[in-house]
């Protein structure tokens, strides 16, 4: 039978994932750690396997700078021009 190709996760209690080691174990067998036993903490190793499927971090990167420029240009963005006349008894309240 094949032998399927995991990794443990476990790094806080276990060699083996500290060291990145590739566990074998074959069909039929049951998915443990060998070095510390932990049956839940084996993940599959191949293609995608420990990725998490999510977009590449340069898509996040550039996603916040746009955020943060988009927000800043909010910010600065000059005020629109009130009414001429409003804007001139403002200033000069003798001028109704």
Do not use: H
Request: with cysteine; hydrophobic share 45%; glycine share 12%.
């Amino acid at each position: 039978m094949p032998a399927k190709k995991y990794t443990c996760t476990n790094f806080a209690n276990c060699d083996a994932a500290l060291s990145k080691q590739v566990i074998e174990i074959e069909e039929g067998e049951e998915v443990v750690c060998p070095s510390c036993s932990g049956a839940k903490t084996l993940v599959p190793q191949g293609a995608g396997a420990g990725k998490g499927g999510g977009p590449p971090k340069g898509v996040w990167i550039a996603a916040g700078v746009l955020v943060v420029v988009m927000v800043l240009g909010w910010m600065l963005w000059p005020e629109a021009p009130r009414d001429p006349a409003a804007m001139l008894t403002e200033f000069f309240p003798r001028l109704q």
